[in-house]
Structures are given as structure tokens and as C-alpha cells.
């Protein structure tokens, strides 16, 4: 970072500008897969501070919860008021939702770039 003060780029300007650029894509990408895509943010995020950074634990571990929590919320949503179902985009909004934001309040004010 001293360096790139040093070559005039302004850093806070950069870090917002490339924050808001990955929130903008994150929408598009959840808008674009729909709520049950949303799983997919949610679930890394959350292994990630149970198990640790290390890939090789954290891309297994995901792909097995995120399918467990997609069948929780399929059933869930198939009986919850049965004889009707209920889409499981809702199911999976309202168990990630939480999930979501407790991890983005916990970070406030933490800039990892």
C-alpha cells in the first residue's frame, strides 16, 4: 500500500470503487441463480470460519453442507404447508439471510483487500 501512496493512486478511492464493484457482481450473480445460488455465498463463507482457509478441507466440506442445507430447506418447504409447497428460494432466504448478514456486521469497519 505505501508504494501505490507513494505512486499517487488513491487507495480509499480504489478499495471502495473495488468494493462496490464486487457487491454489485454478488447481486448480479445471486439475481441471475436466484435464491437458491444465494446457498453458494453463504455456505463458503460460513465453513470458512468453522474450518479455516485451507481449499483442500473448505471445497468439500462446502459442497457436502451447501447439498445438505438444499435438502433441509427442500424439505422443509415441502411440508411445511403441505399439501402446498412452498418455493425453496423463501426456505433458503430466510436460513441464509441471517447467516448473510451476521457475517458482513460482524466485519464492519475490516477492510480485506
Known sequence: EA???HMGVA???????AILTVACATG??????GGIGFVG???PHLLRLATGPDHRTL???AALLGASLLVLADCISRTLIAPAELPIGIVTAVLGAPVFLWI???RR???DL
Open 59 to 61: 471445497l468439500p466440506n
Open 104 to 106: 458482513l456486521l460482524r
Open 28 to 33: 448480479a450473480a445471486v439475481a441471475v441463480s
Open 11 to 17: 487507495l480509499e478511492r480504489l478499495k471502495t470503487g
Open 41 to 43: 455465498i453463504v455456505v
Open 109 to 111: 469497519g475490516v477492510v
Open 3 to 5: 508504494a501505490a501512496m
